[in-house]
């Protein structure tokens, strides 16, 4: 599941969520029907990507079997990803128009809370057996800034080093690669560099072109590998600057770019450049090494998009190290989704049972297996069927104890945008590392005097 994009709002999308909302608002009333449990996800817009669809076409049969009376409305709005998020927000403004229950993006999460758009869920996960069976980094999914629970994780994702063994082989290096610090890979890379001409050494998401990919999977899982909180202060509530963390985070991407260890900076700096790297540069052997996510086998599955068989030979994983194999000596980061009851629901408790029966252990090991996730109870991630589903889910679902996220705040958006430009201004040699740092770094400043002014 590659990195969500964050959400801006564009003319056209203003007047869809406007009509939207009008539309719903003229054959809603405030609460509805109260045995009817009204239930908005995203549908994609691939429309031979129905997998949502169908296992919540079981979950609406299942519910209204165990609850005689009950009724499930399902309601999806297809659009993309910045378009969902928007219009869901959109909807969540009225009782007339809002759902009950909505799948709800743990990247908006925090930003929807701020909004009074969700119910805080500790009244109800308090008294949940299941509860337990969550991994602690997990349940960070659906907690919020204030320190409460507003939504249910359904999945996660993971994030570690691809590494082509034929190539390691060809270049005299193990198949058991295991990098301790960040020199260790950028070592191999320098070696992969000297005996394969012609082979991209490594790749590392970069600049304002993949966008959150390179805020999350590239530069976060260096930033996060050089101490506990090197963003953002949740105690002193501070967006951090004039990190020696930061910079030296700035200094590996520049080390990469520099001595030619990854792709031609048009490449790297190419939006679609994580299609290029999972469907072209890495089956073809064109790239030795990725820093990427777990969800790349989705894609060289035989009903996926770019069919790969024997993939599962051929690529190595590995963790992504700290900066000098400091503890934990491994970095993850992670997202995922949730599910979360509206704030202007007024069938709360049923909303409520809704999400107990999309999260019984069957359920959810269902559809962590049908949507290639990496399990988020530790009973499914126990699971034989679960532990076979995809060579090597094993590796990606151990990294979840590591795992860290984003600060997902109002404000974050606008964090990952100067994190974008400060990465592309040391890949293109457009900035030192120290003025790219300092640009960075007055960039916040005034982030941050703008949330003040916006009580924010």
Known sequence: MPVRPWFRTTGTTALTVALLAAALAACGDPGGDPDTVKVVYQRSTDNKYRVLDDYLGGIKKQFEREHPGKRLKLMPVQASQNDYATKVQQMMRSPRTAPDLVREDSAVLDSDVTSGYLRPLDDKVAGWQDRDRYLPAAKEL???????????????????????????????????????????????????????PGVIPFHLYTGKGPGEATSMQGFGMLLYGTGKDPLYDPGRKKWLTGSRGFRDALGFVRTVYAERLGPEPADALDPNVSTRVTAEWLPSGKLAIALDGSWLPKFWARDGARP?????????????????????????????????ISARSRKADLA?????????????????????????????AADPAYRSYVPGIGFFTDLVRYTRHRPALPVYPQVSGAIQEATEAVATGDASVAEAARDYDEALRSFADTARAAGS
């Open 308 to 340: 790969w068989p024997g993939w599962d030979r051929v690529m190595g994983r590995a963790a992504f190290p700290t900066r000098d194999g400091a503890a934990p000596g491994r970095v993850s980061l992670s997202g995922g989704w949730t599910w979360a």
């Open 142 to 196: 659906g907690r919020a800034g204030d320190g409460r629970t507003y939504g249910v994780p359904d999945g996660t994702e993971t994030r570690g080093l691809w590494f082509n063994k034929e190539l390691f082989a060809r270049a005299g290096l193990p198949a058991d690669w295991r990098p301790r610090t960040w020199d260790d890979v950028l070592d191999t890379a320098r070696t992969l560099k000297r005996r394969l």
């Open 352 to 380: 409520w049972q809704v999400i107990e029966t999309l999260q019984s252990r069957h359920n959810a090991l269902e559809w962590t297996v049908r949507d290639g996730q990496i399990a988020v109870r530790d009973d499914v």
